[in-house]
T-cell receptor, first 117, second 113 residues
Framework: GAVVSQHPSWVICKSGTSVKIECRSLDFQATTMFWYRQFPKQSLMLMATSNEGSKATYEQGVEKDKFLINHASLTLSTLTVTSAHPEDSSFYIC?????????????FGEGSWLTVV | SQKIEQNSEALNIQEGKTATLTCNYTNYSPAYLQWYRQDPGRGPVFLLLIRENEKEKRKERLKVTFDTTLKQSLFHITASQPADSATYLCALDMTGGYQKVTFGTGTKLQVIP
């Protein structure tokens, strides 16, 4: 079946540095990808919707200058956490919509654990 | 305001019984409703999708119902097994103008041997 790959699975960075997380759809072209953040024992919080070749649409309260999203190709979207701070430590998950079939199945990556020290 | 609520924080059930999870929503008109399974520290895994004009969908031991009048979906796991223990998330998909999927709070299911 469709697979979405996320990299890295976990990353530790120093406060003030930037971290990039990649999300790839491995066997389908995803015109739309989504980025979520999840705190322990809480549900997924949508951060932004990323459309190939255009600017991402951010949810209210999400700083677009801090969480830079680039969807340069139909199989790759990246999330860059700029000037990371300890409060940015979280589980970040991407997903991609498979346009084939019903066009409404969304597949998730395995997530990326970010720890800012 | 818009809300998606799933029943209780945790559901404990004896192995072999049928687990029933609830998803209620308000102030949404979803075109699709989806159910996902999430294990600790992992990304959600897609299980089933049901359209607004469908009443019921089945897949192996899983069954989903969708009542747009009640604004509710029920997710059933028959002959539950300890391996079914996980958090189950419902998600509303407003495709048809909207692109995003909104998730419920999730229900943690524990199947006791």
């Amino acid at each position: 079946g469709a697979v979405v790959s996320q990299h890295p699975s976990w990353v530790i960075c120093k406060s003030g540095t930037s971290v990039k997380i990649e999300c790839r759809s491995l066997d389908f072209q995803a015109t739309t990808m989504f980025w979520y953040r999840q705190f322990p024992k809480q549900s997924l919080m949508l951060m932004a919707t990323s459309n190939e070749g255009s600017k991402a649409t951010y949810e209210q309260g999400v700083e677009k200058d801090k969480f830079l999203i680039n969807h340069a190709s139909l199989t790759l979207s990246t999330l860059t956490v700029t000037s990371a701070h300890p409060e940015d430590s979280s589980f970040y998950i991407c997903s991609a919509r498979d346009p084939k079939g019903t066009g409404n199945t969304i597949y998730f990556g395995e997530g990326s654990w970010l720890t800012v020290v | 305001s818009q809300k998606i609520e799933q029943n209780s924080e945790a559901l404990n059930i004896q192995e072999g019984k049928t687990a029933t999870l609830t998803c209620n929503y308000t102030n949404y008109s979803p075109a699709y409703l989806q159910w996902y399974r999430q294990d600790p520290g992992r990304g959600p895994v897609f299980l089933l999708l049901i359209r607004e004009n469908e009443k019921e969908k089945r897949k192996e031991r899983l069954k989903v119902t969708f009542d747009t009048t009640l604004k509710q979906s029920l997710f059933h796991i028959t002959a539950s097994q300890p391996a079914d223990s996980a958090t189950y998330l419902c998600a509303l998909d407003m495709t048809g103008g909207y692109q995003k999927v909104t998730f419920g709070t999730g229900t943690k299911l524990q199947v006791i041997p």
